[in-house]
Structures are given as structure tokens and as C-alpha cells.
Nanobody, 124 residues
Framework: QVQLVESGGGLVQAGGSLRLSCLAS????????IGWFRQAPGKEREFVSA????????NYADSVKGRFTISRDNAKSTVYLQMNSLKLDDTAVYYC?????????????????WGQGTQVTVSS
């Protein structure tokens, strides 16, 4: 069992930055991939980024490459998503999720555990 709690969402102007946090708890976190997904109103949930807990390998959606950075702090059991140069299209509820796997996959259904989500709103 893995528990995930997101924080750090909010309202920001276009071009601004936010850092999301995902606090993970549970056993054997080193066996998991932690991913960030987002869901905008009327749209399907989509992959944003992910990181392997053990090796720190990362993956990004094309839409966020060069703007978002995922990282982890093992001591704090926390995965971060630094979001820079935010655009209106980045407005969504952001979720972190955990997949017990040695490698990163981007499909939503592969992730077993989910947090409650945190709202990110980018204004013009």
C-alpha cells in the first residue's frame, strides 16, 4: 500500500512558476515509479512526468519538456514537480500516482495508487 498526498497548487499568472509536492508513504518505495498526471475540465487525464524512485530516471510529456522538472528527495519521501513558464493550457487538477515497476510507463491505468489532486490555475 502506498499513500500519496499532493500540495502546492494554486493560482498563478501565465509565465509564472509553481512547485508541486507529492509526499509518499508506504513500504518499498524504491520499487515504485512516481508519476504526475493532470486533468483539465472536459478532458481525459494525461501523463505529465514521472521518475523512478530508485534510479532517478525521468520522463516528460512533450507539452512540458523544457518547462517542467521532476525530482525526488528520498530523505523526505517527496517527489516534486517544478513548473516554470506556465501557460493557460497547464490549468488542470494535478495528481501524483505510483506504479510498482522498475521502468516508467505513461499509461494512466498502470498506476495503482493516486493522490487526491491539487488544482493549478493559470490566468492571463
Amino acid at each position: 500500500q502506498v499513500q500519496l498526498v499532493e500540495s502546492g497548487g494554486g493560482l498563478v499568472q501565465a509565465g509564472g512558476s509553481l512547485r508541486l509536492s507529492c509526499l509518499a508513504s508506504g513500504r518499498t518505495l524504491s520499487s515504485y515509479v512516481i508519476g504526475w498526471f493532470r486533468q483539465a475540465p472536459g478532458k481525459e487525464r494525461e501523463f505529465v512526468s514521472a521518475i523512478t524512485w530508485s534510479g532517478g530516471n525521468t520522463n516528460y510529456a512533450d507539452s512540458v519538456k523544457g518547462r517542467f522538472t521532476i525530482s525526488r528527495d528520498n530523505a523526505k519521501s517527496t517527489v516534486y514537480l517544478q513548473m516554470n513558464s506556465l501557460k493557460l493550457d497547464d490549468t488542470a487538477v494535478y495528481y501524483c500516482a505510483a506504479d510498482r515497476s522498475p521502468f516508467i510507463v505513461t499509461m494512466t491505468f498502470r498506476y495503482e495508487y493516486w493522490g487526491q489532486g491539487t488544482q493549478v490555475t493559470v490566468s492571463s
